[in-house]
Structures are given as structure tokens and as C-alpha cells.
DNA sequence: TAAGATGGTCAACGTGGTTGTCCAAAACGT
DNA sequence: ACGTTTTGGACAACCACGTTGACCATCTTA
């Protein structure tokens, strides 16, 4: 049975995706981060608050271990990472965010929060639960991949 | 209030649009067109089966008319769209889907609907209507943006 | 201790985006 | 009707970000 209207679910999915993705950003921007890309925000929260080494972010991200220290390379630069030699292993720099890396990390966290509380306004708190939980349902446990750039282009 | 969990819903979103997308690509490369991104299908769309312009694509595309006349370049060099002449514009190159092209654009939505029919069988064909709904109603009119690579990156 | 595995960097390349420029053709205003 | 403006398309240069391949230093292991 062909209802005709499966575009609609991917576009509604990437339109909201967006939609939260830009307003985090909006705000940022805002609160003197303009530079960083949404892209910027996922490698923030796969580096952590522990750190990590390029390799492992390479890993997390789904990205060569090459692009990953090139991303480092740009937030390094932007002042929100910084690089430090791993006393125990001299082939590992750890990278770490600094702490205008963290203020955006938690930044982050609250204003998408924020946004989260405006689509539970205007949809329903219980209305909303119910959307995350049936999105866990229907994708499974997969996690997320940041090539994005050259999933979705080529 | 900050409940900490407002990183669940763009995750979410993107996974389940990204897992629609590559599931109709794996199916359209075991029918045949392995060499199709996921970008494309977008193209595909904004082409449609009336045809377009380059500039009018780069409109709805939202990049600029020489990016979307690249695109044209490959999906012509892949045999998916042609190029011609308007009879009552001389300056106007009309790009029209190719035989091979309308059979993906119709594949595609077969395919997507037949993933819509996985998701219904997964978490009930009311609750999915509802989510579908729901996004519409939180994300409003907004219109699809196909910048994807240089809006993520950059 | 020698051989292999691992982490990081450099270089070369491809893709796809951008802006700037230019030309031909259509639309417009006097 | 004609000159000016607008529009559609293409070319070039450039940039961002991904890839693979190679190389070196260091740690691990047989």
C-alpha cells in the first residue's frame, strides 16, 4: 500500500533537526560564538569533559583520524580545545576543551533544553515524550555518525 | 528547568532521517544505482516531472545557481537528467529527468513508503501519524533546505 | 631486542560550496 | 524602435573539509 506521503517523514525529521540545530546556534552566535558550526557542537560533546585523542575522535565521529585532527586544528585555533602530551604515552596528545569549550558544552545543553520546552508547548509535554520515545523505538540503538559532510554529498 | 536530555531530540531526528535515507540508497544501489547520494534524491524532487531551470533549482535548493549547475553536471554525466533548449527562451536550458531518472524518483517514494511501513509496524500506525503531526506542528511551514554540506560543515 | 601496532602529522587530491566576471538573450522604459 | 536593465548560464579562482598514502616516533609484544 502506497499512501504517497513517505517524504514527508524524512524532510519533517531533518526540517526539526535543523530547526534545533540553528536556534542552539542562533543563540551561541549571540552570546559571542559566532564562529562555531554545527558541526562544532557534536565533536564538543565526543570530546567530553574527559578529553580524548584525535584517533578516538576520529573514531567516535566516523571520520579519518586525519580529518578529526583537522577539526581539532580549527577549535584549537578558535580557542575552544587545546592539545596537551600524555605523560604516560608520548605518541598521544590529549585533547581537551578549554574552559570557553566547556561554557559552550553546557551552554549548549541548556538551550536545547530551552527549545525542547518550546515544542513541548506547542505540542504537549506528554505528546512530546511520547515522539522521543517512539523515535528510540522505531531507529534502535544506532549510534551517531558526524560525516555528514560527505555522507550526505559526495 | 533543565532536564539534561534536550541532546536526545536533535540525535534522534537526525538518526531516523539518516536511517530513511540510507535505506532507500542501499535499496536504489541493489537496483541498480549504487552511484546515487543521498543529496540526489533531494534534486530529484526539486526537479520533478515537469523539469526546472539551474537557477530556479539553486532556488529551491537553497545554494547558489553554479553549485546547482554543477549538480546538474554529474546527475547528466550519470545519465539521470538532460538538458534542453527552451523553445520560447533562448537563454533557458530546461533540466528534465531522464527515463532512468523518473524511475528513481518513483522508486524512491515507493521505497520510502514501504520504511514508513517498518516504523508503522514498529511503534502502531496511530503513533506514527501523530509524529508526523507533531513535527509538522513544531517545525511549522519551513521549507527544505538542500545547503546541507556547506550549512553542517564549513 | 627485534618486529609489529599505534598515534600524530604532512602532502596530494577530489568534491562541492562560494563569489566574481562575463556573455547572450529577454524584458522594459522612453 | 532602440538603448538600458534584468535574467539565465557558464567559466575561473578560491576555500572548506573530506579522503588516502606515506612517514616518523613511540609503545607493545613475541
Redesign the pocket.
Known amino acids: 500500500m502506497s499512501t504517497g506521503d513517505g517524504f514527508l517523514l524524512p524532510l519533517r525529521l531533518f526540517v526539526g533537526f535543523r530547526q534545533l540545530i540553528d536556534g542552539v546556534h542562533a543563540e551561541l552566535a549571540r552570546e559571542g560564538h559566532p564562529e562555531l ?1 554545527p ?1 562544532h557542537g557534536f565533536v564538543f560533546q565526543a570530546i567530553g569533559r574527559d578529553g580524548t ?4 575522535l ?1 573514531r567516535r565521529l ?6 578529526a ?4 586544528d ?1 577549535l584549537e585555533r578558535l580557542g575552544y580545545v587545546e ?1 596537551a602530551t600524555d605523560p ?8 581537551r576543551l578549554t574552559d570557553r569549550g566547556v561554557t559552550v558544552l553546557i551552554r549548549s545543553a541548556q538551550i536545547f533544553d530551552e527549545l525542547r520546552a518550546e515544542w513541548a508547548a506547542r505540542i504537549g509535554p506528554e505528546r512530546l515524550r511520547a515522539l522521543e520515545a517512539d523515535l528510540v523505538t522505531a531507529t534502535g540503538a544506532e549510534a551517531f555518525r ?2 555528514v ?2 555522507w550526505f ?2
Chains 1, 2 share one sequence.
Open positions: 558550526r558541526l585523542t584525535a584517533v578516538e576520529g566516523g571520520v579519518s583520524k586525519q580529518a585532527g583537522k577539526t581539532i580549527n592539545r604516560d604515552d608520548a605518541r598521544r596528545k590529549l585533547v558526524l560525516d559532510p560527505g554529498g559526495s
